[in-house]
């Protein structure tokens, strides 16, 4: 079946500092890969999409100079949360979606900016 | 803008009582709804439905789709404590670069 790798699971950084989160598909190529960021006790939200080889598409107040979105090759696409800061703390989940498979969700990173 | 709610937020039950969860949909273009279900990490994939009308079922876990009423309800009979998660709703929707709108999630305690 279709894997997505995520890591780090769980990352603390000082404030101020970049942070560069990997999400890989394993065993398909993902046209498509999505990023989420979670709040406690919430759903899902979207904060951009990307497609490989172009731009991502951010969702309306997700600031791209701050989530770097990068989607290099079929199978990897980073999110570089920049000058993080304490509010930047939250669980970012990846989701990939090939041309055969549905939506494969990475396994998340906590990150936590002290 | 797309829209998925989800209802109740929570919900508090007692092992083997049976469970409804709700989601409705307003959006464009509609393909497909998913369910899943969040622990502690990412969500499992539960239920991808695509036609009004036909259940889905996976041992106590059900769901339905009625494209007319533009919803979809989860069912599960005789819970158990490992049900206890956020059960999420997700429409995929749109022409182009389909992506997915999740609702407000669904809460679901379950107490021995």
């Known amino acids: 079946g279709a894997v997505v790798s995520q890591h780090p699971s769980r990352v603390i950084c000082k404030s101020g500092t970049s942070v560069k989160i990997e999400c890989r598909s394993l065993d398909f190529q993902a046209t498509t890969m999505f990023w989420y960021r979670q709040f406690p006790k919430k759903s899902l939200m979207l904060m951009a999409t990307?497609?490989?080889?172009?731009?991502?598409?951010?969702e309306q107040g997700v600031e791209k100079d701050k989530f770097l979105i990068n989607h290099a090759s079929l199978t990897l696409s980073t999110l570089t949360v920049t000058s993080a800061h304490p509010e930047d703390s939250s669980f970012y989940i990846c989701?990939?979606?090939?041309?055969?498979?549905?939506?494969?969700f990475g396994s998340g990173t906590r990150l936590t900016v002290v | 803008e797309d829209k998925v709610v989800q209802s109740p937020l929570s919900l508090v039950v007692h092992e083997g009582d049976t469970v409804t969860l709700n989601c409705s949909y307003e959006v464009t273009n509609f393909r497909s709804l998913l369910w899943y279900k969040q622990e502690k990490k990412a969500p499992t994939f539960l239920f991808m439905l695509t036609s009004s009308g036909i259940e889905k079922k996976s041992g106590r876990l059900s769901s339905i789709l009625d494209k007319k009423e533009l919803s979809s309800i989860l069912n599960i009979t005789a819970t158990q404590t490992g049900d206890s998660a956020i059960y999420l709703c997700?429409?995929?929707?749109?022409?182009?670069?389909?992506?997915?709108?999740f609702g407000g999630g669904t809460r679901l305690m379950v107490k021995p």
């Open positions: 989701s990939a979606r090939g041309s055969n498979y549905g939506y494969t």
């Open positions: 990307s497609n490989e080889g172009s731009k991502a598409t951010y």
């Open positions: 997700a429409v995929e929707a749109g022409n182009a670069g389909n992506m997915l709108t």
